[in-house]
């Protein structure tokens, strides 16, 4: 069984690939930008690691959401919405949560399968 870790912090891995199936750890924007610019530099942090391992965004599997408050669920599904291609919706779930930091609006996790 092979296991590889990339980017690793001591902490953490940017990403993990196993079994055919890469994951991803939470994506953040620090600018401190509303909810719809965090949202976008986090779906282009997520292609970015996405393509570097061996997949893209349509081949992800699963996402999970966190929102620092569900208030802001519209406005970051306007940009997901917009972000993900027809016929290639993965599995998703968005639940509100105390982020690490104050200025955090939302969060993303990932599971994709690699190409």
């Known amino acids: 069984m092979e296991i590889k870790r990339y980017e690793g912090t001591g902490r953490m891995s940017r990403a993990v690939v196993h079994n055919g199936t890469i994951y991803l750890c939470g994506q953040t924007c620090l600018d401190?930008?509303?909810?719809?610019?965090?949202?976008?530099?986090?779906?282009?942090?997520?292609?970015?690691?996405?393509?570097?391992?061996?997949?893209?965004?349509?081949?992800?599997?699963?996402?999970?959401?966190?929102?620092k408050d569900m208030s802001l669920f519209q406005e970051m599904n306007e940009v997901w919405d917009a972000w993900v291609k027809d016929g290639n919706e993965p599995a998703r779930a968005c639940v509100e949560a105390k982020l690490a930091r104050e200025d955090i609006l939302v969060e993303m996790s990932v599971i994709a399968a690699v190409k």
């Open 32 to 67: 401190g930008k509303d909810v719809k610019e965090q949202t976008k530099v986090v779906l282009e942090k997520i292609e970015t690691l996405l393509n570097k391992y061996g997949s893209d965004k349509n081949n992800i599997l699963s996402t999970t959401i966190y929102l």
